[in-house]
């Protein structure tokens, strides 16, 4: 389970993606509808471990992911066959 300050910062990303993803990408893309949806699906992303244990089922191999943000964002890395 995550602690507070995980929680704080998580909140804080999503109020700032939510807030700037849109109004940034729209402006630079000239799509709004392409940026309204990214910043409200970027908080219902998988957590990180459930999304490696997603591509492990998928046929990934060596399924890593490293955390930044205090479990905010994630980047994984995998391969396949």
């Known amino acids: 389970m995550p602690d507070n300050k995980a929680l704080s910062v998580k909140k804080i990303f999503h109020?700032?993606?939510?807030?700037?993803?849109?109004?940034?990408?729209?402006?630079?893309?000239?799509?709004?509808?392409?940026?309204?949806?990214?910043?409200?699906?970027i908080p219902?992303?998988?957590?990180?471990?459930?999304l490696a244990d997603i591509m492990r089922q998928a046929g990934f191999e060596k399924v890593t992911f490293q955390k930044y943000l205090f479990g905010a964002v994630a980047i994984h890395r995998a391969s396949k066959s």
């Not at 990408?25 to 910043?39: E, F, K, M, P, Q």
């Not at 219902?44 to 459930?50: D, L, N, T, V």
């Open 15 to 41: 109020a700032y993606i939510k807030l700037s993803v849109r109004a940034i990408g729209s402006r630079i893309s000239g799509s709004n509808a392409a940026y309204t949806y990214l910043a409200m699906t």
């Open 44 to 50: 219902r992303f998988y957590p990180a471990k459930e």
